[in-house]
Each structure stands twice: as C-alpha cells, then as structure tokens.
C-alpha cells in the first residue's frame, strides 16, 4: 500500500534523482508557487488576457490595480474537511500561491472587466483613446 505512487515515479530515473535533490536542496516546504500559463490577444480596441488557474475558486483570485501596474493573486491555503484524524498513505495537495504582474501603459484602467470561469480568469483591458494629434494648417492672410 505504501508503494501507490503517481505513474512514471517508481523507477530510479534520472528525473527522481534531480528531484529529491531539489527537496533536499530547497526543502519541502508546504508553500509553493502554482506555475500559470497567460495567454494575450489583441482584439482591436482592447486586449483579452487569459490566466489559467486550475484548482482556485473565484473568492481566492485577486485582482489589484496600483502605479500603472496590474497584479493578478490567486491563494487557497490547506485545509483539512475531517479535522485532524486523517491518515494519508500519500499527500501532494498542499497550500498554493501564485502572483504575476502586468504594465497598464496603454490600457484605459477605468475600464478593466475581469470574469473568472472553470479555472480561467479572463481580463478585458480596453486600449486607450489615442490621444488627438493638434490639425497643423497654413492660415491664408487677407
């Protein structure tokens, strides 16, 4: 019982080696950054960023504007349904954390919609007006 493991994990390889090095060297810490893959598209008057986070629900994602800069937070800490008795044979869900941030040059702040759906926080970011160029004309003299 004590041998379930994930698949490809059972063997000596090279990839377990590098592994148990990275544990040893870094700690397995109960902390750990979710790693989170965003996707950008231009779509003419505004820009559309995709953020995959699977595993969070809509109340642990933040999104904070502030100095031309917009972060995007998404956190669920451990916790435990049945209290203390639990007995795991193997444990690799734990406490998560991701955090990634993005310039706003460009981007009509007042304007930002965000919708979180099935694991993807979708952000509208509307471009902004570009600003009028001054008409430059000779004036004819009477």
Same mark, same amino acid.
């Given at each position: 019982?004590? #041998?379930?493991?994930?698949?490809?994990? *059972? &063997?000596? &390889?090279l990839s377990r080696y590098f592994d148990e090095m990275?544990?040893?060297f870094f700690g397995d810490s109960k902390t750990s950054l979710c790693e989170c893959r965003t996707d950008i598209l231009d779509q003419g008057d505004h820009y559309l960023l995709?953020? #995959?986070l699977p595993g969070f629900r809509k109340e642990d994602v933040k999104v904070d504007l502030g100095d031309g800069v917009l972060t995007i937070r998404?956190?669920?800490s451990e916790q435990s349904s049945s209290g203390e008795g639990e007995n795991y044979i193997r444990r690799e869900m734990h406490y998560g954390a991701y955090e990634r941030s993005f310039g706003t040059e460009?981007?009509?702040?007042?304007?930002i919609?965000?919708?979180?759906?099935?694991?993807?926080? #979708?952000?509208?970011?509307?471009?902004?007006?570009p600003a009028k160029q001054e008409v430059t004309r *000779?004036?004819?003299i009477k």
């Amino acid at each position: 019982m004590f #041998e379930l493991m994930p698949f490809g994990r *059972r &063997s000596n &390889s090279l990839s377990r080696y590098f592994d148990e090095m990275e544990k040893n060297f870094f700690g397995d810490s109960k902390t750990s950054l979710c790693e989170c893959r965003t996707d950008i598209l231009d779509q003419g008057d505004h820009y559309l960023l995709k953020a #995959e986070l699977p595993g969070f629900r809509k109340e642990d994602v933040k999104v904070d504007l502030g100095d031309g800069v917009l972060t995007i937070r998404a956190e669920h800490s451990e916790q435990s349904s049945s209290g203390e008795g639990e007995n795991y044979i193997r444990r690799e869900m734990h406490y998560g954390a991701y955090e990634r941030s993005f310039g706003t040059e460009g981007i009509d702040v007042g304007r930002i919609e965000a919708k979180y759906e099935n694991g993807i926080l #979708e952000l509208t970011l509307p471009k902004e007006a570009p600003a009028k160029q001054e008409v430059t004309r *000779r004036i004819e003299i009477k």
